[in-house]
T-cell receptor
């Protein structure tokens, strides 16, 4: 979805390096999420944020941190990358308003490879 | 980069035929279900959704069926086209509004043969 933009699209890095993946959205949604996707495992939630002052751990937060700099921006950091963090990472947004459906809008993904 | 299609069950259909993709969900109390389509190199895209108080919902060329008795969800695509080739996966939410608890299936690769 062009309204949710992730940068970079691809990144190759070395073990131990610090990496930041960025996400910005123009949908005006309050809720933002970071997922990783691995073959055969489906999407797993890393962190989520329901508004600018709200940060919550997801299913697999170890080794990751996030920052919600503004309503439209949510970045994911790997403080010291390791090879098993090689995956496809997705940012997503959703509308918080009661009565709105719960569908998520995804960015195009960042393929991260840790050597 | 790695393909999200690796290790996935695959459904191969002829162009013009109808496709049925199945999903077994985990929580009998889940309130809301979504089907997503993921094309190669892209993020998941919403196709259709259904609440637990319904058993069928139709969209454009797609129909979702929900069988709560056996915790089964299916996506039917009519007159399948080459552009329908993608990975399809279902997702469930246990409680209305609990988007942080969305559970995604692992997906089915739909391959449309010309």
């Amino acid at each position: 979805d062009a309204d949710v933009t992730q940068t970079p699209r691809n990144r190759i890095t070395k073990t131990g390096k610090r990496i930041m993946l960025e996400c910005s959205q123009t949908k005006g949604h309050d809720r933002m999420y970071w997922y990783r996707q691995d073959p055969g495992l489906g999407l797993r939630l890393i962190y989520y944020s329901f508004d600018v002052k709200d940060i919550n751990k997801g299913e697999i937060s170890d080794g990751y941190s996030v920052s919600r700099q503004a309503q439209a921006k949510f970045s994911l950091s790997l403080e010291s990358a390791i090879p098993n963090q090689t995956a496809l990472y997705f940012c997503a947004t959703s509308d918080r308003h009661r009565g709105a459906n719960e569908k998520l809008f995804f960015g195009s993904g960042t393929q991260l490879s840790v050597l | 980069g790695e393909s999200v299609g690796l290790h996935l069950p695959t459904l191969s259909v002829q162009e013009g035929d109808n496709s049925i993709i199945n999903c077994a969900y985990s929580n009998s109390a889940s309130d809301y279900f979504i089907w997503y389509k993921q094309e190669s190199g892209k993020g998941p895209q919403f196709i259709i959704d259904i609440r637990s108080n319904m058993d069928k919902r139709q969209g454009q060329r797609v129909t979702v069926l929900l069988n709560k008795t056996v915790k089964h969800l299916s996506l039917q695509i009519a007159a399948t086209q080459p552009g329908d080739s993608a990975v399809y996966f279902c997702a469930e939410i246990p409680t209305r509004g609990a988007t942080n608890k969305l559970i995604f299936g692992t997906g089915t690769l739909l391959a449309v043969q010309p």
